[in-house]
């Protein structure tokens, strides 16, 4: 049997060990929501950097330049971190640059070392768990949150995949089991289940609220978000 | 209203403003367990050190030698890590140096910046809050977990303050609220609740399964322990 651990905040990424397994990254409010909508709507691709000045580079070779900081857009940038932005006509095709608090620094932190690094969503849930299961590898969730602190939202996320995978992964830490449980509670109405989430706060008082239903929505989108050199692409 | 923030792990410490705040230290399996046991039965004072070096040099002054190391006890010393060592007659009276993977080394990180460093754990839960909620000042709950990662019963025992704390401590962040929801599902039956968490079953696995019933026993003392410069003591 394969094995789950769940990585709270990339600021304990050092504790796990990525070396040979597969790392999901999560952000759900809104970094992942953003990439699996994007190229689930045929956005060619999104090469995730970590400085606003790399985003701007790459913008000038023809690549849109999307993310946030504070939660917010950044002078200049084409695209915001709604993801109803990278849903639009006019990204088709296009290749995107993307840089955010802490989704794509999640996807940065665990390249290096990890075998494979997808991204995760509800929106593709059922997708990821179901690629997961014809694997042979162990699993690392890794839960972007807020600034190195963990966020309800991703936490749930993590214990959504532990609960898919139950039959072929087990639980390999008390991180996987408390987001297994806390997923059981809140799965039923998870609209519900996130208020009180700092990040949900966030969102709502910068003009984001109406995001939150399409990024708690499950199984959307059957396809899979996996990075490819630098770029997240569909795997085929 | 105060309010109240939960630490996953030390590792997580510095995501955490402890300026002007109260610090509760908790490593259930076993550090504060052991402590609040041994101040309840007349030690006079426990010095958490990080190193076993210290350790040992403080024995040659006459303490007495107490911690673990990976679980288990270290050559040389007086004591082991089992809460029933610190409550044994030839220890009333006696000083103290402990040493711990995950407790003492939390203490240590809190204690330069938090304003007061006390030491909580379920056998004197309601005489933390009790005192807690005389105090004016906001709190934060530092989970020793294992080598850095979260630990299911440390976060309980957050969780559990947190609930004692609804009325006059806000929850300031999704670990707070995450650990008082795990708390809540398991409150009825915390010995339980716990099986499954990787430390449970380190410690059967080490011969140290009797103590866990202890170590979940809720409210046994009503005493405090409270850091007074290097020494962890009775507050009278």
């Given at each position: 049997?394969?094995?789950?651990?769940?990585?709270?905040?990339?600021?304990?990424?050092?504790?796990?060990?990525?070396?040979?397994?597969?790392?999901?990254?999560?952000?759900i409010?809104r970094a992942t929501t953003c990439m699996v909508s994007g190229l689930a709507n045929g956005v060619?691709?999104i090469?995730?950097?970590?400085?606003?000045?790399?985003?701007?580079?790459?913008?000038?070779?023809?690549?849109?330049?999307g993310?946030?900081?504070?939660?917010?857009?950044?002078?200049?940038?084409?695209l915001?971190n709604s993801p109803f932005s990278y849903m639009r006509?006019?990204v088709k095709?296009?290749?995107i640059?993307m840089?955010?608090?802490?989704?794509?620094?999640?996807?940065?932190?665990?390249?290096?070392?990890?075998?494979?690094?997808?991204v995760?969503a509800f929106l593709n849930?059922?997708?990821?768990?179901?690629?997961?299961?014809?694997?042979?590898?162990?699993?690392?969730?890794?839960?972007?949150?807020?600034?190195?602190?963990?966020?309800?939202?991703?936490?749930?996320?993590?214990?959504?995949?532990?609960?898919?995978?139950?039959?072929?992964?087990?639980?390999?830490?008390?991180?996987?089991?408390?987001?297994?449980?806390?997923?059981?509670?809140?799965?039923?109405?998870?609209?519900?289940?996130?208020?009180?989430?700092?990040?949900?706060?966030?969102?709502?008082?910068?003009?984001?609220?109406?995001d939150?239903?399409h990024c708690?929505a499950?199984?959307q989108y059957?396809i899979?978000a996996?990075?490819?050199?630098?770029?997240l692409?569909?795997?085929?």
């Amino acid at each position: 049997m394969n094995a789950i651990e769940v990585c709270f905040t990339p600021d304990l990424i050092e504790q796990h060990e990525l070396n040979g397994k597969i790392a999901i990254v999560t952000d759900i409010f809104r970094a992942t929501t953003c990439m699996v909508s994007g190229l689930a709507n045929g956005v060619e691709s999104i090469t995730p950097v970590i400085s606003v000045e790399e985003c701007l580079s790459l913008q000038k070779l023809g690549y849109l330049a999307g993310g946030e900081r504070h939660a917010q857009r950044i002078e200049g940038f084409d695209l915001d971190n709604s993801p109803f932005s990278y849903m639009r006509e006019e990204v088709k095709g296009k290749k995107i640059a993307m840089t955010t608090t802490n989704g794509t620094l999640s996807i940065n932190k665990a390249k290096p070392t990890a075998k494979e690094v997808w991204v995760g969503a509800f929106l593709n849930l059922s997708a990821v768990a179901n690629a997961l299961q014809k694997e042979n590898m162990d699993v690392v969730v890794i839960c972007a949150g807020w600034k190195g602190r963990p966020g309800l939202e991703d936490i749930l996320f993590a214990g959504a995949l532990v609960e898919k995978l139950k039959d072929s992964h087990e639980v390999a830490d008390d991180s996987a089991l408390m987001a297994h449980r806390l997923f059981l509670l809140g799965e039923n109405n998870l609209l519900n289940y996130v208020q009180g989430a700092s990040h949900l706060k966030r969102l709502k008082n910068l003009g984001g609220g109406l995001d939150i239903p399409h990024c708690l929505a499950f199984d959307q989108y059957d396809i899979l978000a996996v990075m490819n050199g630098d770029e997240l692409v569909l795997r085929p």
